[in-house]
């Protein structure tokens, strides 16, 4: 008896175990439940973010605390934004969240050159509607150049 219902709740595992994973299994082939070929172009690539522009909000420009956090993104830039960087690199974390941006100062003549790290949680991103990605951060340029500078293997 205990064999019986030991085959049968093994069985059960096993055709649930499949159905899931049948269930995961999207149109495109991915193995994945968030990824199809409907929300594919909601999708946003590493490479279109290496390179952007990285802004800093100044003067009139600058916006409080409150109003930095009920704001996700921009559709354009400021008019008083000042650029501060590139960014150079993009930054997981091992659970594969997305933690910072590498943004260089670009310096003069390319002497100079500063890559420090900037939190997401002081990035907007600015999406014009063209693939060409840039940001927003709260952090003055000031801040800026007095953050710890990152550098190439800094991991």
Known sequence: MLRKTLLTASALALSTGIALADAHTSETGMN???????????LIRSSNLIGGTVYTMTGEGAMGETDWIE?????????????????EDVVLSRDGQLTGLVVEDA??????DDSVLIEM??????????????????????QFENM????ENWY
């Open 32 to 42: 994945s439940g968030r990824v199809n070929a409907g929300n594919l172009e909601n």
């Open 71 to 87: 704001t996700d993104t921009y559709d354009a830039v400021g008019d008083s934004w000042e650029t501060i960087g590139t960014v």
């Open 107 to 112: 310096g003069f003549l390319g002497f100079g």
């Open 121 to 142: 949680s002081s990035l907007r991103m600015i999406d014009d509607g063209s693939d060409d990605f840039a940001w927003v951060t709260n952090i003055t340029e000031e």
């Open 148 to 151: 710890e500078e990152v550098e």
